[in-house]
């Protein structure tokens, strides 16, 4: 799909929890339970740190998939609106990180 946005898939995935675990996947694993989530979500970031260490741009575009796939389902299952997040890195990007420096007397 052209422009699909994190948003976009959290919205799709909100429909496919409220199915039965038999017909959707997101549905069975957020049946399973945060801990079952969060453990996909880290053998997701583990397959991705190793295609980017072994340069194999192919399988990380995948595997970076796989992890905003997997990280979705972990903050639905613990009930963590992608909302907050997004919030939070904005309040990040009101500031440049060299003017947070400044700020704090750091030069250079
Ligand atoms: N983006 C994804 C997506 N990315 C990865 N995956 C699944 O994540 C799994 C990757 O984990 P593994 O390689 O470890 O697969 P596995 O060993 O078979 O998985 P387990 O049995 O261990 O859970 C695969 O089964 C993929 O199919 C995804 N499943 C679903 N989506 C999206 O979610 C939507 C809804 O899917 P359903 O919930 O299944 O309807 C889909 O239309 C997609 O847009």
Redesign the pocket.
Known sequence: MMGLTLED?DD??AQ?AA?SPE?????R?ISRGVETCAQ?LG??AVEAVIAAVGRNEGELVKEA??VL??LLVLLRAADVPLEAVMEELGQRTAQSGLAEKASRGVTG
């Not at 017909?23 to 549905?27: F, L, N």
């Open positions: 898939l799709r995935l496919r199915a017909e959707s996947y997101t549905a694993l996909k053998e997701e998939a796989d796939y997997h």
